[in-house]
C-alpha cells in the first residue's frame, strides 16, 4: 500500500500572498490543523500549523518555564489577542518549512519521516512536486492497521 492509498485528496491550502489573518479565518471554517502554503504554481512552499497561529496568544514566559503546572490560570492574559497589525503580515513570516512525501511512497516510510520530523500531517506531492493531498498519522497508522491479520488464533 501507498500513501496514495490512504491520503485525504481534497486538500485545503493558502496561497503564499496570504495574510496570517485570511489564513486563521481558513483554519477556522475548515476546522484544520495545517494548511500547505502555496506558490503562485500551486507547489507547496510551507506549512502552516494551528500551533503556529496560537503561539501568537501564548505570552512570551510560557517558552521560559519548563512547566506550567502550576499555573492555574493566565489571567489577563487569557484575554488579549494578536495585534491586527500582525494579522495583516504575509502567512509567509509564520509559516514553517515542510517536509513532503510522494503520492508513491511507503507506508512506513512516510510514517517514519512524520515522527522524525515531529509532525502530524504530511503534504502529499506528485512526480511534477504538485500538491495531491494530505495524510495525517491516522490515516497512515490506520491503514497500516488495516494489514494485520486481527483474526484471534485459535490455541
Known amino acids: 500500500?501507498?500513501?496514495?492509498?490512504?491520503?485525504?485528496?481534497?486538500?485545503?491550502?493558502?496561497?503564499?500572498?496570504?495574510?496570517?489573518?485570511?489564513?486563521?479565518?481558513?483554519?477556522?471554517?475548515?476546522?484544520v490543523g495545517v494548511l500547505p502554503v502555496l506558490d503562485e504554481h500551486?507547489?507547496?512552499?510551507?506549512?502552516?500549523?494551528?500551533?503556529?497561529?496560537?503561539?501568537?496568544?501564548?505570552?512570551?514566559?510560557?517558552?521560559?518555564v519548563a512547566d506550567v503546572d502550576f499555573v492555574h490560570d493566565f489571567g489577563a492574559v487569557e484575554t488579549t489577542r494578536p495585534l491586527p497589525e500582525l494579522l495583516a503580515h504575509p502567512v509567509t513570516e509564520l509559516m514553517q518549512p515542510m517536509i513532503t512525501v510522494g503520492e508513491d511512497s511507503g507506508l512506513l516510510r512516510a510514517y517514519a519521516l512524520m515522527i522524525q520530523h515531529n509532525v502530524l500531517d504530511v503534504p502529499v506531492v506528485n512526480a511534477s512536486e504538485e500538491l495531491v493531498g494530505i495524510a495525517s498519522r491516522v490515516d497512515i497508522g490506520t491503514a497500516i492497521l488495516s494489514n494485520?491479520?486481527?483474526e484471534a488464533k485459535k490455541p
Do not use: Y
Not at 500551486?42 to 521560559?64: A, I, M, N, R, T
Open 1 to 31: 500500500m501507498q500513501v496514495k492509498d490512504c491520503m485525504k485528496r481534497n486538500v485545503v491550502s493558502v496561497p503564499s500572498s496570504a495574510t496570517i489573518a485570511s489564513a486563521a479565518g481558513i483554519i477556522l471554517r475548515h476546522r
Open 148 to 150: 494485520w491479520s486481527l
Open 42 to 64: 500551486g507547489k507547496p512552499v510551507g506549512v502552516l500549523q494551528l500551533s503556529d497561529l496560537l503561539s501568537l496568544e501564548f505570552p512570551d514566559f510560557v517558552k521560559l
